[in-house]
């Protein structure tokens, strides 16, 4: 039973476009979500956040827009650049335990 | 300020035999996660602590896995006897309290 849901295992992006990642959950008691960006070999790491309470956040070319009703999520990377080929995890917690649900990733291919 | 640590990095055994991974999490993060990521697939929690308590254990394979962290600070988790199976790469991460995780570079177990 997957609750976070990353349908698209790739995607390639012409540098400087935009990039667009999608996730879907299922669980309503989530209500706090983070992508996570992960290069071979390293552990993931920490690229931005948003609590159920907001719809939107953004940092610097990244930005996740949450709609609660479609229990769907996005990240957007504007300009994509080709150090953002990496492999992009979503992932959520609810209120109860804060634990992480990850989905599978989403390959992210920056063409030059 | 210095990352996660995990050793070692490769390991590779024959199915049957014993294997142990060490994590030293970043200084003052009181919780500490290992995480099994199996290739393909996102990260998911094996253990989670709180200091040298267990939070949660409710996905460790008990009867050949197990964890401990002696005096809340390092950790280790051990397999025995390792099943072809268990060939993943085991992640360990660490917060203050129920903050963002930060990973490690995990371990990449090869089980023959």
């Keep these: 039973d997957q609750q976070v849901k990353q349908n698209s295992p790739s995607l390639s992006v012409q540098e400087g476009r ?11 008691m989530f209500d706090y979500f983070l992508w996570y960006k992960k290069y071979p070999a390293e552990g993931p790491t920490f ?9 939107k956040n953004e940092d610097g070319r ?31 917690s609810g209120r109860s335990n804060y634990q992480l649900i990850w989905g599978a990733g989403t390959k992210l291919i920056i063409k030059p | 300020e210095a990352g996660v640590a ?16 060490w994590c030293n999490p970043i200084s003052g993060h009181a919780t ?14 094996l253990i989670q602590f709180q200091n040298n308590g267990v939070v ?15 005096k809340g600070v390092d950790s280790t988790l051990k397999i025995q006897p390792a099943k072809l199976e268990d060939s993943a790469v085991y992640l360990c991460a660490s917060s203050l309290l129920k ?11 090869t089980v023959l």
Excluded at chain 1, 47 to 55: F, G, H, V
Excluded at chain 1, 64 to 91: E, T
Excluded at chain 2, 6 to 21: C, G, L, N, T
Excluded at chain 2, 32 to 45: A, E, F, R, T, V
Aim: hydrophobic content about 35%; charged content about 20%; aromatic content about 12%.
């Design chain 2, 32 to 45: 500490l996660y290992w995480y099994q990521q199996i290739l393909g697939q996102g990260p998911k929690l």
């Design chain 2, 99 to 109: 903050d963002t995780q930060y990973f490690g570079p995990g371990t990449r177990l």
């Design chain 1, 18 to 28: 935009i990039s667009i990642l999608n996730c879907d959950y299922t669980n309503s």
């Design chain 2, 56 to 70: 949660d254990d409710s996905q460790l394979p008990k009867d050949r896995f197990s964890a401990e962290r002696l």
């Design chain 2, 6 to 21: 995990q050793s070692p990095r490769y390991k590779i055994i024959e199915k049957r035999q014993s294997v142990a991974f």
């Design chain 1, 47 to 55: 690229l931005i956040s948003i609590s159920s309470i907001k719809d």
């Design chain 1, 62 to 92: 990244f930005t996740v827009f949450l709609n609660k009703s479609a229990k769907h999520l996005s990240l957007h990377i504007v300009p994509s650049q080709p150090g953002d080929s990496a492999v992009y995890f979503c992932a959520a």
